[in-house]
């Protein structure tokens, strides 16, 4: 990590430090490091600093590593109160830098320097600070000169962090999918698929799994009426991103595949808050009707993610997914759906109407805990002025019910077999069914008692 500082440039390194000759591996806290050779160690419960000065030209230098303390899960926070702790309060007036930041291995290391005048010098101090796993670790490094800033470099390379004690390693043992939390009525709230995605129901949102990439498809909230696209974008990035993850760098509208006039898609890396990860997120709004549905996506690095989402289409298409397995307590009850649809001629040669196609319906299914049913399909279909269609066939006998499949008897004087899932929604759901032998004909069913 370089400094801005033109009196320092310091780099952070938490694997792989460089072995020094004659230099002794020591540790504070969750800190590792090589001791610096020939300097003075002074240490209490709080700090283990090492200092050196030549009596000769007046140049000093002083590292200092802090004990560890709970981490807020916000980086501006973690590195504000550090500042304000560690150098603020120490040398008056000094003004707090942006941070330079890099996430390394789970961990994120923000750094800043800011100058200060000591007996008459102008001097240095540079702040480290390391978030992650819960914890936060700081380390300073003053100087008035380039004497010993070599020594100081090497100082900083060789530290390695140690996860706290007893913390699993989340890229081994990844925190488990919350079960139950939902209220959508659905009994079998997780769905494998033969592709290697596991989908489970929560509150607001459909989560998926596969390796270590997870994938949130949220429910359709009232579009936000912000008159642009980035403004959009980072409202619902806001609400939904901001809160799991920590972000260390967003792109808005970045300049990926378009997929018509507008994108509705921004990516970023971040911290996950929950693990300690790093990850790439990808996430976009899909607007339909007025309803803005939004999805995102978080992979440990851009390449995973690009194999699992190669373009923004497939964050639409992963919608798709919202498919769980039906069970005859849950279909209990009365659903019902109804549509209607309109679609107006003109003739090529004229240009004058040559009248409108339209067609209307409603579908009634009733599931009775003794396995009878009944349904009644109605609706009408034609020209609007000219020939019509009206329809009213009622069904009824005995039901019974697979995870993906219902089956009833006396529809229409066959045993009718229809494929089904429920759709999961906010506080609800949404029974699909078709005809296994039509499946043009789907009826997305409401439940209505």
Not at 133 to 155: L, Y
Not at 412 to 419: D, M
Request: hydrophobic share 35%; glycine share 10%; aromatic share 12%.
């Amino acid at each position: 990590m370089k400094s801005s500082s033109s009196l320092l440039t310091a780099a952070f390194v938490v694997l792989g430090p460089v072995m020094l000759l004659g230099q002794v591996r020591e540790h504070f806290d969750m800190v590792s490091y090589l001791s610096p050779r020939g300097w003075k160690k002074e240490t209490n419960n709080a700090v283990v600093s090492y200092v050196i000065t030549n009596s000769k030209t007046g140049e000093w230098c002083r590292i200092s590593v802090f004990r560890s303390m709970g981490s807020s899960g916000d980086l501006t926070a973690d590195f504000d109160h550090e500042w304000n702790e560690l150098v603020a309060k120490t040398h008056d007036g000094i003004a707090k830098p942006t941070p330079e930041v890099v996430p390394q291995g789970g961990w994120t290391v923000q750094s800043g320097a800011g100058n200060f005048t000591w007996q008459n010098r102008q001097s240095i101090i540079l702040l480290n600070v390391i978030s992650g796993f819960g914890r936060v670790a700081s380390i300073t490094v003053s100087m008035n000169g380039r004497e010993f800033k070599t020594q100081a470099e090497e100082f900083l390379d060789s530290i390695e962090m140690q996860k706290p004690e007893g913390y699993a390693d989340p890229m081994i043992a990844e925190p488990p999918l919350p079960t139950g939390l939902n209220d959508s009525g659905i009994t079998k709230s997780t769905t494998h698929f033969d592709d290697g995605w596991t989908a489970v129901v929560q509150n607001d949102h459909i989560v998926l799994t596969k390796e270590n990439t997870r994938y949130y498809s949220y429910y359709g909230i009232p579009g936000y009426n912000s008159g642009g696209e980035k403004e959009t974008t980072q409202y619902h990035w806001n609400r939904l991103v901001e809160p799991r993850y920590t972000i260390t760098n967003l792109w808005l509208n970045p300049d990926v595949q378009s997929i018509g006039y507008f994108n509705y898609y921004a990516e970023g890396t971040g911290i996950d808050k929950r693990t300690g990860n790093n990850v790439f997120i990808g996430f976009r709004v899909i607007i339909e009707s007025g309803v803005d549905f939004c999805t995102l996506a978080a992979s440990p690095s851009k390449e995973e993610y690009l194999r699992h989402f190669p373009n923004l289409d497939a964050l639409k298409i992963m919608r798709n997914a919202n498919r769980f397995a039906v069970t005859k307590e849950d279909l209990l009850g009365d659903w019902s759906s109804s549509s209607s649809s309109a679609l107006q001629y003109y003739n090529v040669y004229t240009g004058q109407s040559a009248g409108m196609q339209f067609s209307q319906g409603g579908q009634e299914f009733y599931f009775r805990s003794n396995g009878e049913y009944n349904a009644n399909i109605s609706g009408a279909m034609g020209t609007m002025g000219g020939p019509q269609v009206v329809f009213d066939n009622k069904y009824k006998g005995n039901f019974s019910v697979t995870d993906w499949e219902i089956t009833m008897t006396g529809y229409g004087g066959i045993t009718q077999v229809f494929t089904a899932y429920f759709e999961a929604l906010q506080g609800g759901r949404v029974l699909h069914i078709a005809k296994k032998d039509a499946p043009g004909v789907h009826y997305p069913l409401i439940k209505v008692k």
